[in-house]
């Protein structure tokens, strides 16, 4: 089992902070809300609308090449074969940032929608318009397995959060109602149950190491960022692992949520 690592050396945080794409471009946005860091083992993830935008190594920025695969000279619409001459694919990220961006964002499902929403928003690094300051830190976050976030095989725990005030971490896995692994026979637990169950077997057993993990990760986005952040101590006993479902209404949340929940062992 490989260890469980968030930390950024200084070389690397030092080399970012000079890459104009991320002064320029990636820094301005997350300060808007708009892209949200996450610190890997020597790696940074930017992400954004639910999909990785860019990450950031020693060997500097790399995207998939389906969200960078844009022109310039022509950003919308159809392009007829007279208008080649008049366009030519980006040679340097910074110059199609912003069409990089809307491909990245037309790639996420309805869930990494979800989920973009809740974690990218401008208030949430500063508590001055929040009475309780709970600071998403990470997302994607796998405790068990291998460090590879290539391997889509792996399950992750969506959202990590970090309650400011009393420095304590929460764990969220966010389904969109319409998923069906939240839902299962009368008697029968869902598949998302297990899933709980797994992630809280995982915290349990690596607590200590997913403490200093996010202590490491904090002190990288201060360093990177200069964020006022406080450094987590320990995992919530209370709500260590909670399940966030949204995209329901009223009716829906009155019935078959509360009913189907209550009744295969979620709440």
Request: with cysteine; hydrophobic share 35%; charged share 30%.
């Amino acid at each position: 089992m490989s260890k469980f690592s968030r930390r950024l050396d200084q070389n690397i945080i030092n080399k970012l902070k000079a890459e104009p794409l991320f002064s320029d471009c990636l820094l301005p946005d997350i300060e808007k809300g708009h892209v949200f860091p996450a610190v890997r083992n020597n790696r940074v993830h930017f992400y954004c609308g639910g999909r990785r935008l860019f990450e950031y190594t020693a060997s500097g920025f790399r995207t998939h090449v389906k969200f960078a695969s844009v022109l310039i000279g022509k950003r919308n619409g159809y392009i007829d074969e007279s208008q080649l001459n008049g366009v030519k694919p980006i040679s340097r990220f910074t110059d199609g940032y912003e069409a990089i961006k809307e491909v990245c964002e037309k790639y996420a499902g309805e869930e990494a929608k979800g989920i973009s929403s809740i974690i990218s928003r401008p208030e949430i690094h500063t508590r001055s318009t929040i009475d309780r300051w709970i600071i998403p830190l990470d997302v994607e976050a796998c405790f068990n397995k291998s460090n590879d976030d290539e391997d889509d095989t792996v399950d992750r725990i969506d959202i990590v959060f970090l309650d400011a005030d009393t420095q304590k971490l929460r764990f969220c896995e966010a389904k969109c109602y319409g998923n069906r692994e939240l839902w299962s026979k009368r008697g029968t637990r869902p598949r998302v149950a297990t899933q709980l169950d797994e992630y809280n077997k995982q915290i349990n057993e690596r607590r200590d190491e997913i403490v200093q993990a996010y202590v490491a990760h904090v002190q990288a986005l201060k360093a990177l960022l200069g964020w006022d952040l406080p450094e987590p101590i320990s995992i919530d006993d209370e709500v260590p692992l909670f399940l966030l479902v949204f995209g329901f209404d009223a009716d829906q949340r009155a019935g078959r949520l509360k009913r189907s929940f209550r009744h295969n062992g979620i709440a």
